[in-house]
C-alpha cells in the first residue's frame, strides 16, 4: 500500500463546469482547486497531494511521467508519490506571480531569466513546456522560482507562445511609469481576452 493513498481518499460534487469538495481526510486543508484537480496540504507536512476530478485520472499519470523526468532540477517540485489519481508534491510556499501584481511585489528581470532557463531544461529533457503562465510560477520568500502545474510540459504537443507574449508585456512593465499594481479582475479580463483571440491556455 503507498503511504498517501488514505489522504487520496477524496470525493467531489460537480456543479456545473466545476467541482466542489464534498469529503476529504481530516488531516488535509484545502490549498485550491483547479480545473483538473484539486492540492491540499498535508497537516504538519511541507508537502501537498494534488487529487484529481473524476475523468482526469489521465493527466495524473502524464504528470507523474513529467516530474519523473524533471527530477533533479531546481526549478520544480520533487515528486514524492504517484497514484492512479493523485501526486504529492513539495509545498512551495510564496507567492505566484499573478499575486505579485496584484499586491504590488516587484518581478525582478532575474526572476524572468529563471523561468527561461527551466523552460530550456525542460526542452533538453526531449519536452515541450506549455501553458506558462503567472498563476503557475511561484517566488518563494528567499527568491527562488518554481514552476507548477506541469501536465502541458508533454511531449509532442503543440508548442503555445503564451510565455513569449508575457515577456513582451514584461518590457512594458519594467518601466518606470508603468504601474506596478493591478486589480485581480483587470488582469482576468485580459487573460480572458488573450485566450479569445490570441491563445488557448490560461493567462
Given at each position: ?9 477524496v470525493?467531489?460534487?460537480?456543479v ?7 469529503a476529504?481526510?481530516p ?6 482547486i ?74 525582478d ?33 528567499n ?32 518601466h518606470?511609469?508603468i504601474p ?24
Open positions: 500500500m503507498r503511504n498517501y493513498d488514505q489522504y487520496a481518499d470525493t467531489f460534487d460537480r456545473g463546469d466545476s467541482f466542489q469538495v464534498k476529504m481526510h488531516e488535509l486543508h484545502l490549498h485550491g483547479g480545473r483538473s484537480a484539486a492540492v491540499f496540504r498535508l497537516k504538519e507536512k511541507d508537502r501537498v497531494i494534488k487529487v484529481f476530478f473524476p475523468g482526469y485520472e489521465q493527466i495524473a499519470i502524464e504528470e507523474a511521467a513529467i516530474y519523473e523526468k524533471l527530477k533533479g532540477l531546481p526549478y520544480f517540485p520533487t515528486c514524492y508519490e504517484a497514484g492512479d489519481s493523485y501526486l504529492v508534491m513539495d509545498y512551495i510556499e510564496g507567492k505566484t506571480l499573478f499575486e505579485c501584481l496584484t499586491e504590488g511585489i516587484w518581478i528581470s532575474t526572476y524572468i531569466s529563471v523561468v527561461d532557463e527551466a523552460l530550456r531544461q525542460a526542452r533538453l529533457l526531449g519536452l515541450t513546456p506549455s501553458d506558462v503562465h503567472l498563476r503557475n510560477i511561484i517566488l518563494t520568500p527568491g527562488q522560482i518554481f514552476l507548477i502545474d506541469l501536465a502541458r510540459f508533454r511531449q509532442g504537443q503543440q508548442i503555445d507562445h503564451q510565455w513569449e507574449d508575457l515577456k513582451r508585456m514584461y518590457r512594458l512593465y519594467r518606470g511609469f506596478k499594481r493591478y486589480k485581480a479582475a483587470f488582469l482576468n479580463q485580459i487573460a480572458s481576452l488573450y485566450r479569445k483571440f490570441v491563445n488557448d491556455p490560461d493567462f
